[in-house]
């Protein structure tokens, strides 16, 4: 086949036997997990797009002074426990001791490696080139996304992994589906979805229907996707039966939670969810950076911006030459079963993954990372175009040659500039502990409630230098000295938790509050998404609220309280004392 990248053949050869195939997979996840902590040592930054992972911290520390089946999260049934036991090797290793955010962003890095194993073994397997494979899983592993959530403490990345690892092996052996393979992947699958609810929702329509299509009589075309649900089964009721077991609930909360595991209902009701238009746009620009830039644009006006803009036009062409690749070869091997399967798979996990990101968060990693596992064998099919079986015209043969080394750099390009992009946020860790610890002490701790927009991250390092205490308008006790915790109130939490509300509603809440800490003598302290000019603030709210909540909220303020500078950092930003304003 001369002039284009040739596959020797799409069927996948047997190398679970191949004990040397194993050991260079191990050996290629290995080296990739090295190099994703050493980065993640360099960076200093293991919260960079998110603060998630440092919340859960807090809840996994909960978990490490007193282990309970009745602490179990819905949403996360298997991550705490293992955390909680991760954490304590950890520690007993030496590794980080007492700052558990750390260790749990290690975890996520020897989760990438694991999955670049996942990717080289593969690759290997469908492309039969070892070089392919080495640059396909260093292009797959670089990717934004996927490098991202390698070297921070978010929570998704090893449930991620092992959806990962179940999708891969879905492809390979359902076109040929028998009741052992269906139920090594929906365990696989299973204990990912365990470890974060959300991602059962892309991969589970797109399991059936290709399980469903595999060529059979009509019986098996039912009993296939049947069984698959059935093997979903035994890990939900096993942790069922020892939380029975641990006298932490009777019978009736057993089938409460053995029904929340498959039904969390995350998100579901609140501001997180809903069908708007403006989310069509994050969907994409979430798809791009999970290519290039690997950041969490969660602010219209931010993605309107250089750099990111930018990230997301180059992103967009890149996109577009891997779907084409991946298409052509699809289409030309129409009638391969394999192929067909894999297609069914590939293609419903980002078409369901697309329409569920689409009502919740459409541009946050952890969301996006599972529907983009398509770039898989596209990365693949460019590999193998670049270091793959060459064609046999010599001209052409001789013209490869020449210019491969300037394709493997044009095709590294996209992971060394993500790499440059998180490196430019360096350090930022020790900055904002440092912040914290600066703002506790201009601010009595026991007499201060802050005012915050919300998403800002150093809510998080305050909660978890301090014990923290959400001052609602009802739970909110008069100062004490005793009392050091981290008081705040913030405008999204009633704005997601009521997306029914009016804006006026949501506005008069936050007022409320606000007066209740004024009246017992609390200084309040607005954070510094209070003094950005209003286009911004209403901007910092495109994903959970509609454009006329926050300007609802920020009328509100301006109306009725005067806010006076009175801390900056130049990381930080500038905070200030509210005060009510005069009656006139």
């Known amino acids: 086949m001369s002039g284009s990248v040739r596959v020797e053949r799409s069927v996948f050869y047997p190398l679970w036997s191949d004990r040397l195939a194993r050991c260079e997979a191990a050996a290629t996840g290995i080296a990739i997990a090295v190099l994703l902590l050493l980065f993640q040592v360099y960076l200093q930054n293991v919260h960079i797009a998110t603060t998630n992972g440092l919340w859960k911290s807090i809840v996994v520390r909960r978990w490490i002074a007193h282990s309970s089946w009745q602490l179990l999260d819905d949403a996360n049934v298997l991550y705490f426990p293992i955390q909680m036991l991760s954490c304590e090797l950890l520690e007993r290793l030496g590794i980080f001791p007492g700052q558990i955010w750390r260790q749990l962003a290690v ?65 390979a052996w359902f076109a040929q589906p028998n009741p052992r393979r269906i139920f090594i992947v929906a365990l696989v699958f299973t204990l990912g979805w365990l470890w974060e609810w959300r991602l059962i929702f892309p991969t589970l329509p797109a399991m059936l229907l290709a399980l469903f ?57 609140t501001g997180w969810g809903g069908f708007t238009w403006r989310k069509v746009m994050f969907a994409w620009v979430g798809m791009t950076e999970s290519i290039l830039g690997a950041r969490n644009v969660s602010d219209w006006d931010v993605w309107l911006s250089p750099p990111i803009h930018t990230e997301s036009l180059v992103a967009s062409a890149i996109l577009v030459a891997l779907a084409v690749i991946l ?47 398509w770039t898989v064998p596209a990365w693949g099919l460019i590999a193998c175009g670049i270091v793959g079986t060459r064609p046999a015209s010599h001209v052409w043969r001789r013209s490869l040659t020449m210019t491969r080394p300037l394709l493997i750099l044009a095709a590294l390009a996209p992971t060394a500039y993500n790499v440059s992009a998180l490196a430019a946020q360096r350090g930022l860790d020790p900055i904002w502990e440092g912040l914290a610890r600066s703002l506790e002490q201009c601010f009595a701790p026991s007499r201060t409630v802050y005012l915050y927009q919300g998403f800002e991250g150093i809510i998080t390092w305050q909660s978890v230098l301090e014990q923290r205490e959400y001052a609602g308008t009802d739970s909110l006790h008069a100062p004490a000295p005793a009392n050091q915790h981290f008081k705040w109130i913030d405008a999204t939490t009633p704005t997601i938790m009521h997306p029914a509300w009016s804006a006026e509603q949501v506005a008069m809440v936050i007022k409320r509050s606000i007066d209740a800490a004024l009246d017992l003598d609390y200084q309040v302290v607005a954070g510094p998404a209070y003094l950005a000019p209003e286009q911004a603030w209403a901007g910092s709210f495109a994903t959970v609220a509609r454009p006329d909540v926050p300007q609802a909220i920020y009328a509100m303020i301006a109306t009725n309280y005067v806010l006076k500078p009175a801390f900056t950092d130049p990381h930080g930003g500038t905070y200030a004392i509210l005060t009510r304003r005069a009656a006139q």
Not at 132 to 141: D, E, N, P, S
Not at 231 to 257: K, V
Not at 344 to 351: K, M, P
């Open 213 to 269: 299509i595999a060529r059979g009589r009509l019986g098996q075309r039912f009993s296939r996707p049947a069984w698959f649900i059935a093997a979903m089964f035994p890990t939900p009721l096993l942790i069922a039966a020892l939380f029975r077991l641990e006298r932490a609930g009777g019978d009736h909360a057993t089938l409460g939670l053995i029904y929340r595991m498959f039904w969390a209902g995350k998100a579901v009701g």
């Open 327 to 373: 298409c052509i070869y699809a289409w030309r091997r129409r009638t391969d079963p394999i192929v067909v399967n894999a297609a069914a798979i590939l293609g419903g996990t980002l078409l369901a993954g697309t329409v569920f990101n689409l009502y919740s968060q459409p541009q946050d990693p952890q969301m996006v990372i599972n529907v983009m596992i």
């Open 107 to 171: 975890l996520n890095g020897i989760a990438g490696g694991a999955g670049a194993t996942a990717v080289y073994l593969f690759t290997l397997r469908w492309l039969q080139s070892r070089p392919a494979a080495l640059l396909a899983t260093v292009l797959y592993a670089g990717s934004g996304f996927y490098l991202l959530l390698s070297v921070i403490d978010e929570d998704i990345m090893p449930g991620a992994v092992l959806v990962l690892i179940a999708t891969l092996l879905a492809c």
